[in-house]
């Protein structure tokens, strides 16, 4: 034990002698934590629209200046045809285009349907489909505000079956995304910083040539894992301190559930990290090495966390791969505690999986690890 | 010239040897591309919900049949009462929960109306979202058909084309922006290390005092990184085509032209990282640690620039990656010639000039 | 009859059918200085690694400071020292700090550190530096440096591997008046090194080729042996022999 003692009193002095560790947990996350869910906003607005109206009634006119004055879009032509409208999709200038056709307000009003096309510029992603669902809600709302359509007189029996639809949000009511950004982003940079720091510090002493020196000394396996495990857990939980303050100073987002807890499932999680550090320490030579395998892992698991995109939607066989990584479990749990308030029985799941892959990748890394051969 | 072909071959040699860097080189891209093309989507599927019904009545029955009956929805048991809600959300068992009050039918009939309410867990605003309109089509759909009377009598609808992308691929939207990420990351990221690697090992040193100009030098390092990259582009590119089926509708020759352009801004920034440091880890945090998350964000392949505040729209203008993104969309997605992209070959061309100025005038300086 | 701090028996060491070290025997006597010598990939390294207990043999036995080398290795780290070429002290901690954890993790108590620290920092002339990084130190400081606090625990043996590497003449010279104090205290020493003028200084020396003990005696009975005015000469002949040349 007293051994351990100097050792961890060595470590943290060779950790905080180097500045770009300093740098890196107290900048770093601040800095990623603020730009980061402001890149990230799906809310949809400046949706670019061109109008093709051959049509030139009260009805189509009506129906473009609602368009307008919806906040959502941005006219940027009124062309005379189809053709013409779809240059500005070429150049990139339109994402969409709304085409009336000519007698569009006298066939609807004679035969009682009519269609109004619309072109989606698909490449656009999610602007162009959902700027299509909001078009074809505005054109609902049109749809359905015409007086054509307005009943004045209540006949009777009423006519059934109208199904009135109310929605609520619970947990974000303005359904607000940093609400479930912010808690990824957080997690992403734990895993960075736990992950990975951890891995190129235990490389760099196996490049030096420093661990053949702790090898010859009475310093046990254990004492040796421990030693380089501590400092990084400590420094990892205060990152996570500093990212939840940042969290509150910038975002005003504050946990709802039990922030104990929430520090104990963190302290958890960065155990299992530092396990996967020392993991990919154990198969690299150098540091280069080490950093070409943990980016590889990395990308892997921000695509496949969850944090973008829904686990849940994801084809069998990726919702298998996304369960495998350490990181889908913890970021669930950051979101059931910070924006729902669950509670233990709640996550223990997630907790479940997280305690089996601490031990599962500290134990290969650390029977991976030997000191003699 | 051909100690020139020496050198490049060693550099293939490094690569080959090397399993770790091959996993970057090749393996990244290919793992990539199954994941956006496969795993990743902004759709919603498999959405848990959870389904109170007060009345089970013949409507409510229906209505939920319908809504088991597509592949949106997961559909769980019941709970009695409204408190129990809160636990599926805190267990994240349901991402919504959607109740039939008591009296649907009568009320349906005798009333003319019946409430159905909505609720969904707002901790991932998008999913709900998008939970609720599939909801909603659904039960207007079952609306319409059943009770057409309450439907408006006069009907505009709407006629949706997906242009580009008639069969609706998802991954449509993803992989030209797969493709300027990776080959944005991997191809600065092995040059600057490669070049880095050199000095460290002291082995440039030797190569500069040997007859060989300095800008060989660079030359010889690049070379072998620029014909990778181009086999990664093509490799992409087959994937994109016969694994995500995903059309190439554009001139082939524009589209390689425009390629190897932006693989030599990219390599160009490899060798300006280079220059700044003399350890191989730092090129590398640089690199690819560095230059990761902005890549992703500046791109604007998964999220949208527009959307971001202007000082960001501004930095992305710097990314050459957010240039090779609009050409690619343009050329490979949606067919379109030159003349439409002349103003990004433009500004890719700058970069690469002013990139590969300062970088040999920075190596120049260093040899003095 | 002096004690014997290691026993060497039939110590064999393969890798496949590779014998990196076949069947050597020697003994060391306890204050000796011992130079083990032989080209590169003759097996110094290997048998060097057994005996340090990082590595188990194949077969054969021996034993360190009376402690077996296949059961009772931690108890062989805890009585040895060990200084190398590569590396022994941190670059980016300072002497003190240095001194201070090697020592701790030898079990020297925080007073006896604190203690022997001063005074060795005061043998060595050090003061001004003490708080300086290890990094900052020419090289010859730092080899000097890393012997005393290799022997700073007061080990029983203390192993040295090539210690002299790249350090001017009159930094080596003074480097082994020190080995000779250490000598002089009752500390084995165990070193290995290419210089052949520095074989002259240990009390015997042995010579690996191909992984077998070609020659072992003292300095003046192998010069007698191959007719040879410096041990430079011994070591030529011995080695022309060899088949492996490089590791």
């Known amino acids: ?373 | 010239m051909k100690q020139l072909l020496v050198f490049i071959r060693k550099e293939f040699y490094h690569v080959f040897r090397d399993p770790r860097t091959l996993l970057i080189m090749f393996g990244l891209p290919v793992v990539q591309i199954i994941l956006f093309g496969f795993a990743l989507t902004s759709e919603v599927k498999n959405a848990d919900i959870l389904i109170l019904d007060h009345s089970n009545d013949v409507q409510t029955i229906q209505i939920t049949s319908k809504i088991k009956a597509s592949s949106y929805f997961i559909v769980h048991g019941e709970a009695k009462d409204n408190p129990a809600i809160e636990n599926y959300f805190k267990r994240g068992t349901v991402k919504c929960v959607l109740v039939f009050p008591p009296h649907f039918s009568s009320d349906l009939f005798h009333n003319g109306s019946a409430r159905i309410q909505i609720i969904a867990d707002g901790s991932d605003p998008n999913t709900a979202k998008t939970i609720i309109n599939y909801l909603t089509a659904i039960i207007s759909d079952y609306q319409r058909e059943n009770f057409p009377s309450a439907t408006l009598p006069y009907q505009i609808t709407t006629e949706p084309r997906m242009l580009y992308n008639e069969d609706d691929n998802g991954s449509l939207n993803y992989i030209p922006g797969v493709m300027a990420l990776i080959l944005m990351l991997v191809c600065t990221a092995l040059t600057s290390v490669s070049i880095v690697k050199e000095k460290e090992l002291g082995t440039m040193e030797v190569l500069l005092v040997s007859p060989f100009k300095p800008v060989m030098v660079l030359i010889a390092k690049a070379v072998p990184y620029f014909l990778l990259s181009m086999v990664n582009f093509t490799l992409i590119l087959l994937l994109s085509d016969f694994l995500l089926h995903i059309e190439i509708r554009g001139n082939l020759l524009l589209l390689f032209s425009e390629s190897a352009l932006f693989i030599l801004t990219c390599l160009s920034f490899g060798l300006l990282i280079s220059n700044t440091t003399n350890a191989q880890q730092t090129a590398l945090l640089i690199s690819m640690m560095g230059m990761m998350l902005p890549t992703i964000i500046f791109t604007g392949f998964l999220f949208p620039l527009e959307n971001m505040p202007r000082i960001f729209q501004v930095i992305a203008n710097i990314v050459p990656s957010k240039w090779y993104f609009i050409i690619v969309k343009a050329v490979m997605l949606k067919g379109l010639g030159f003349r439409y992209v002349w103003k990004e070959t433009l500004v890719l061309i700058g970069m690469t000039g002013l990139l590969l100025a300062i970088a040999l005038k920075n190596f120049k300086i260093r040899l003095q | 009859m002096e004690d014997k701090v290691i026993v060497c028996k039939d110590l064999t060491k393969k890798f496949g059918d590779f014998y990196a070290v076949n069947k050597i025997s020697f003994d060391v006597f306890k204050g000796e200085i011992f130079g083990f010598l032989g080209a590169n990939g003759a097996g110094k390294t290997t048998a060097m690694r057994i005996l340090c207990g990082l590595s188990f043999p194949s077969s054969g036995e021996a034993a360190v400071a009376g402690f077996n080398v296949y059961k009772q290795q931690e108890s062989i780290k805890k009585n040895i020292g060990y200084m190398s070429q590569k590396f022994s002290l941190y670059e980016n901690l300072t002497i003190v700090e240095n001194i201070e954890f090697f020592g701790g993790v030898y079990g020297v108590s925080r007073k006896e550190i604190r203690e022997r620290s001063d005074k060795l920092v005061e043998q060595l002339g050090l003061q001004q530096e003490a708080k300086k990084l290890v990094g900052a130190l020419p090289l010859g400081w730092k080899q000097k440096l890393a012997f005393s606090v290799a022997i700073f625990h007061r080990p029983k043996i203390v192993f040295l591997d090539e210690p002299t590497g790249g350090v001017d003449p009159v930094t080596r010279r003074q480097f082994w008046d020190m080995i000779y104090d250490a000598s002089a205290s009752g500390i084995t020493i165990f070193v290995t090194t290419h210089y052949m003028d520095e074989a002259e200084y240990c009390n015997r020396v042995s010579m690996m080729v191909d992984g077998k003990i070609e020659a072992l005696d003292t300095p003046g009975n192998l010069k007698k042996q191959f007719s040879a005015e410096t041990m430079d000469e011994v070591f030529y002949q011995l080695s022309r022999r060899a088949v492996r040349k490089d590791d």
């Not at chain 1, 060595?10 to 560790?21: L, Y």
């Not at chain 1, 569009?104 to 162009?128: P, T, W």
């Not at chain 1, 702790?214 to 495990?229: C, Q, R, S």
């Open chain 1, 1 to 373: 034990m007293k051994k351990l003692g100097f050792l961890l009193q060595k470590e943290f002095r060779q950790i905080f002698r180097d500045k770009t560790i300093l740098a890196m947990m107290i900048a770093v996350p601040t800095i990623q934590l603020i730009i980061i869910p402001q890149a990230m906003n799906f809310d949809i607005k400046n949706i670019n629209i061109s109008i093709v109206d051959q049509d030139h009634s009260t009805y189509s006119q009506k129906l473009i200046s609602k368009i307008g004055s919806s906040g959502y879009f941005r006219m940027i032509s009124a062309d005379l045809s189809y053709q013409q409208a779809l240059q500005h999709i070429e150049n990139g200038t339109s994402d969409l285009v709304l085409e009336i056709p000519p007698g569009f307000e006298r066939n609807l009003v004679r035969e009682g349907s009519q269609k109004i096309g619309i072109a989606v510029d698909a490449i656009n992603g999610s602007k162009a489909s959902i700027g299509g669902a909001y078009l074809n809600s505005v054109i609902a709302d049109f749809n359905a505000n015409l007086e054509i359509n307005q009943v004045t007189v209540p006949t009777n029996p009423a006519p059934a079956g109208f199904m009135d639809i109310t929605y609520s949000n619970w947990y974000n009511p303005l359904a607000e995304y940093k609400y479930y950004i912010v808690p990824g982003v957080l997690v992403l940079l734990l895993t960075l910083i736990g992950g990975f720091m951890s891995a190129l510090n235990i490389v760099r002493e196996k490049e030096v040539g420093t661990i053949e020196q702790i090898n010859v000394t009475p310093i046990m396996k254990w004492e040796f894992i421990l030693g380089k495990l501590i400092p990084f857990w400590i420094i990892g939980m205060i990152v996570f301190t500093v990212g939840l303050t940042v969290c509150w100073a910038v975002y005003g987002i504050v946990s709802v559930g039990s922030l104990p807890m929430l520090y104990a499932m963190a302290g958890i999680y960065l155990i299992a990290l530092l396990g996967f550090g020392l993991l990919i320490s154990t198969y690299s030579n150098s540091q280069v090495q080490a950093m070409f395998i943990a980016f590889f892992f990395i990308l892997i698991f921000i695509l496949m966390s969850g944090l973008f995109t829904s686990v849940e939607s994801m084809p069998a066989w990726a919702r298998f791969i996304s369960n495998l990584t350490p990181v889908t479990h913890f970021i669930k749990i950051v979101r059931m505690i910070m924006l729902k308030g669950s509670g233990l029985s709640d996550i223990k799941t997630e907790l479940g999986y997280i305690l089996a892959f601490g031990i599962i990748l500290n134990g290969w890394a650390i029977w991976n690890y030997k000191k003699t051969s």
